[in-house]
């Protein structure tokens, strides 16, 4: 057999390989519809290339695909039960500490509810299935990272909730925390000493919490839901997420700061952007037809505007009915009665193709990271009502970058509200703003869609590229910052003073001896004793 004729089978092999796509176990364990929502389209983006996925989610796909296996999880967790919804509002800018804590507990209840579905629990029994890849959203879920040793294939994250610093120390770097506030904190890189201080002292005890409370639990539960279907001692979740191979991340150069990063470390905030659709009939004709502009208001797909108090819908309503513009409302039901003749209402709104008309004005949002990230790149002026998590750093990027205001949603009143509204819209420096923004963040080498693509084929195709991956991430700390070398100079150095004064000393005490503190005894010299 010639070796021409090898390198041509060789090469048929390869080629059919590609064509026939990688199979991929692709994970959303987390219920809220706006994660789904950004997921779905690197899901569907893959499909579109011809790879085959199952599916782990909570929302069954409107689109179906011969490609697409679905395992949905079912019931879906039930958030409020042990979130309500409603105390939201009156958690208004919780303790930093608080906002940790609430999501490691939510975290390891959906992982728990998720990991009891039958479904999955015969996914994990499975003794015939096989996967290239698996993709994980990275978000409190990290007993997930169990599947990537199960089936003995490489793991993606995509990390919803953007760039936390544990990311950097999965992927073998410490985050410099004297430029880098935590992703809680509302701080830029040039942080006083005050703000350097609280900002190293909040990273710590994330780190220290995340690594001996959260951790351990989270390992816990995948002992118990792996351990008797896998042979040998399971490893621990650490060392899973050491091993991830890339993470994708809902962060852009635009609105984050400056900061080092690693190879396996990818920026795709604003992948979910797509080009507009046309508009349902009805909300085309509504805003085309509004000759001072349209003012779009949504609290995003979690926290319902239905669940407002009286008294602040009564506050809205009050507001929208004084402006010249005409106000877009996601509400979601019909109980609304009396609505000025300038507001409409709807149980569910195309955002994207909504922000994307030239006929809005102004975004009233709750600061979330995809609704923030659309606003943004059809350059809309915001005016942002923060409620939890995320969102108050989400608000206060928008606010500094200049094409955004804030206000508390329970203590505004309505003077307030109107002239913040009244301010965004009439004043053009807001708007010029957000199309400097909207410039800078669209300017990308390719869409950040195509880019996660890409390396989620690249990363498959080298069976997990472990060239992308630090020694860092397996280094003890000690080692990495140095420290036994700098221990061991700083030995050398104190042996290399100690020493010679010792020498020194002796010799001193030895030549500063008196000739009267001898004496002759016998012919011989000798010391005097007193």
């Known amino acids: 057999m010639s070796s021409t004729w090898l390198l041509k089978v060789f090469t048929f092999i390869c080629i059919a390989n590609g064509a026939l796509g990688y199979n991929i176990l692709f994970m959303g364990p987390f219920p809220a519809p706006s994660h789904w929502m950004w997921l779905e389209h690197f899901q569907r983006d893959l499909l579109d290339r011809g790879h085959r996925i199952t599916s782990v989610n909570n929302h069954p796909t409107k689109q179906p695909h011969p490609n697409l296996t679905e395992i949905i999880i079912d019931p879906m967790f039930d958030i409020p039960k042990y979130l309500p919804v409603e105390e939201i509002f009156t958690l208004q800018y919780p303790t930093d500490y608080e906002n940790l804590e609430m999501w490691w507990d939510i975290g390891i209840w959906t992982s728990e509810h998720a990991l009891n579905d039958p479904k999955i629990k015969a996914l994990i029994a499975s003794k015939d299935r096989h996967f290239d890849l698996v993709i994980l959203e990275q978000f409190f879920h990290e007993s997930f990272l169990m599947f990537g ?66 951790m351990p639990k989270m390992q816990e539960m995948a002992e118990r839901h792996f351990a008797q279907h896998l042979e040998g001692p399971l490893p621990h979740v650490r060392n899973l997420e050491k091993n991830i191979s890339l993470m994708l991340i809902n962060s852009h150069r635009v609105v984050d700061m400056p900061r080092p990063s690693m190879p396996g470390l990818i920026n795709v905030g604003g992948a979910h952007i797509k080009p507009v659709k046309p508009l349902p009939k009805d909300l085309q004709h509504f805003i085309d037809n509004s000759s001072n502009g349209v003012i779009y208001f ?49 149980k569910w709104l195309p955002q994207n193709d909504v922000l994307a008309h030239p006929n809005v004005k102004l975004f009233i949002t709750h600061g979330g ?162």
């Open 149 to 214: 040793h199960k089936f003995k294939c490489p793991v993606v994250t995509l990390g919803t909730m953007g760039y936390a610093d544990y990311m950097d120390h999965s992927m073998g770097m410490v985050t410099p925390w004297s430029l880098i506030p935590h992703l809680l904190l509302p701080y830029t890189d040039q942080m006083t000493f005050r703000q350097r201080f609280y900002n190293t002292y909040l990273s710590i005890y994330d780190a220290v919490m995340r690594r001996w409370s959260y």
């Open 298 to 346: 949504s609290l995003g797909s979690y926290v319902k505007s239905t669940y407002l108090a009286p008294d602040r819908i009564a506050l809205l309503l009050q507001v929208f009915g004084k402006l010249q513009q005409n106000v877009l409302w996601k509400y979601e039901n019909d109980s609304l009665t009396n609505l000025p003749p300038n507001v409409m209402i709807h």
């Open 369 to 530: 990271i995809f609704g923030s990230q659309e606003g943004l790149y059809w350059a809309k002026p915001m005016l942002c009502l923060p409620l939890y998590g995320d969102q108050y750093r989400n608000t206060i990027k928008s606010v500094r970058a200049g094409y955004a205001r804030t206000l508390n949603l329970v203590t505004m009143t309505a003077e307030e509200f109107l002239e913040n509204i009244q301010i965004l819209v009439s004043d053009p420096r807001y708007k010029l703003k957000a199309l400097e923004m909207s410039q800078l963040f669209r300017d990308n080498p390719m869409h950040p869609l195509e880019e996660a693509s890409y390396w989620i084929e690249f990363v498959a195709k080298y069976k997990g590229a472990p060239f992308l991956k630090s020694y860092g991430a397996f280094m003890p700390l000690y080692q990495y910052l140095l420290l036994d070398v700098f221990g061991s100079v700083l030995v050398v150095l104190i042996l290399a003073i100690i020493i010679p004064l010792g020498v020194l000393r002796k010799l001193k005490s030895l030549l500063m001896k008196s000739p009267k503190d001898q004496v002759v005894i016998n012919g011989s010299l000798k010391e005097k004793k007193i």
